[in-house]
């Protein structure tokens, strides 16, 4: 009977040791994060970020706010793409090679979870809600619409190069 005891302990301690190790390894973000791929060889990759100030709508609600929003990204975007393959050339240029077609364009985008204002203030597309404000130390809660100043996109260019 006191062998059985002691595999009943032994068993314990194995599970309480492996719960210890995953909640530290859970506790600790996991593992490291791996290094993005290597890109393609005879390829330049550069980054770009263009900014555009957003058009107050005459009347804002979260349609009129929506569409201003969009406006701007489309201008957005080709402003991040030439400063992408202004880098490019650089780049190239530093290393002996020289830029030809692009070969791939990706819009960057912020993570799950992390705030972006260029999306909405209430949740993705949606720029009108309940606003607090305070006042001589009162509170007061008010529907209202939230226009970004400005939207800004990000994108990684991938050019051909030799």
């Not at 595999?7 to 506790?27: D, E, K, R």
């Not at 970020?49 to 969009?70: D, H, I, L, W, Y």
């Not at 701007?72 to 402003?79: G, H, N, S, Y």
Request: overall charge positive.
């Amino acid at each position: 009977m006191g062998g059985m005891r002691g595999l009943t302990t032994l068993v314990a301690a194995t599970v309480a040791a492996g719960t210890i190790a995953t909640g530290i390894a859970v506790s600790g973000g996991g593992p490291p994060p791996t290094d993005p791929p290597a890109p393609d060889p005879h390829t330049v990759v550069a980054h770009g970020v263009g900014t555009v100030r957003v058009a107050e709508p005459a009347k804002r609600t979260n349609a009129s706010v929506e569409r201003a929003v969009r406006a701007a990204r489309r201008d957005a975007i080709p402003r991040a793409v030439e400063r992408a393959r202004d880098e490019a050339r650089t780049l190239a240029e530093a290393a002996g090679l020289k830029v030809s077609e692009p070969v791939g364009v990706a819009r960057d985008v912020s993570p799950v979870g992390w705030f972006d204002e260029d999306t909405g203030r209430f949740g993705v597309g949606r720029w009108c809600g309940p606003i607090t404000t305070y006042r001589r130390g009162h509170r007061r809660v008010h529907h209202g619409c939230h226009k970004p100043p400005r939207v800004t996109v990000r994108v990684t260019l991938t050019l051909a190069a030799a």
